[in-house]
């Protein structure tokens, strides 16, 4: 037991180092396409996709990071000001946020043809 509890803990640190957490937590794009323990990775699932031809997945990743890459922008960070909601700046992010999310589930759940 022990040897797994400090297998886990280098593991963590070593993800840690990779920079990786904290660039997904602060929606650094240009710097999580530039890390190379993350782009090595991405670019080879990326590949073994296109070799599947798994496009379907291919656009519900491209969804899932346009997505994370939109909730980083400065329209995302105005929807609170002063701890109170726009809701002038609500709708439009709903609609979208509807539309991907309607989008993934027909890629999931729709027809195969």
Do not use: C
Not at 1 to 8: A, D, H, R
Not at 49 to 76: A, P, R, V
């Amino acid at each position: 037991m022990e040897l797994i509890g400090k297998f886990s803990h280098t593991l963590v640190l070593w993800v840690q180092r990779t920079g990786i957490p904290s660039q997904i937590e602060q929606v650094d794009a240009v710097g999580l396409f530039t890390n190379p323990w993350f782009i090595i990775p991405f670019l080879i699932l990326l590949g073994y996709l296109i070799y599947k031809q798994s496009y379907k997945d291919i656009i519900i990743f491209s969804l899932l990071f346009g997505l994370w890459y939109g909730s980083g922008t400065e329209y995302m960070q105005t929807l609170i000001v002063n701890g109170e909601l726009q809701l002038d700046k609500v709708l439009p992010v709903m609609v979208g946020g509807a539309g991907a999310l309607a989008l993934i589930i027909y890629l999931i759940f729709g027809r195969n043809g």
